[in-house]
């Protein structure tokens, strides 16, 4: 059964940091391209940044130079670095695989003084 469990988010101040977790079970994850998503009340699920199976990541220019995707196949799990964090960035992440699976429950993260 495939699962995606994401953690480490929270309230954090504008310019704050924050790191992601998501943990993944029930598939050959090592093999399969990762992806962190978020969905910001009253918008659509966007993506954020991927990162392939060797490594290689990339985001979306409205956090790039901010966030950074990793992963650890040894643990199943996928990263995401946040820093200089903006109110704009409030949102439920989520992470999941190219192509996906059923998502996860994600993790809160809110940017506010």
């Known amino acids: 059964q495939v699962q995606l469990v994401e953690s480490g988010g929270g309230l954090v101040q504008p310019g704050g940091s924050l790191r992601l977790r998501c943990v993944a079970s029930?598939?050959?994850?090592?093999?399969?391209?990762m992806g962190w998503y978020r969905q910001a009340p009253g918008k659509q699920r966007e993506l954020v940044a991927t990162v392939i199976s060797d490594g290689s990541g990339s985001s979306v220019p409205s956090v790039k130079g901010r966030f950074t995707i990793s992963r650890d196949n040894a643990k199943n799990t996928v990263y995401l670095q946040m820093n200089s964090l903006k109110p704009e960035d409030t949102a439920v992440y989520y992470c999941n695989r190219f192509p996906s699976t059923d998502w996860g429950q994600g993790t809160q993260v809110t940017v506010s003084s």
């Open positions: 029930g598939f050959t994850f090592s093999i399969y391209a």
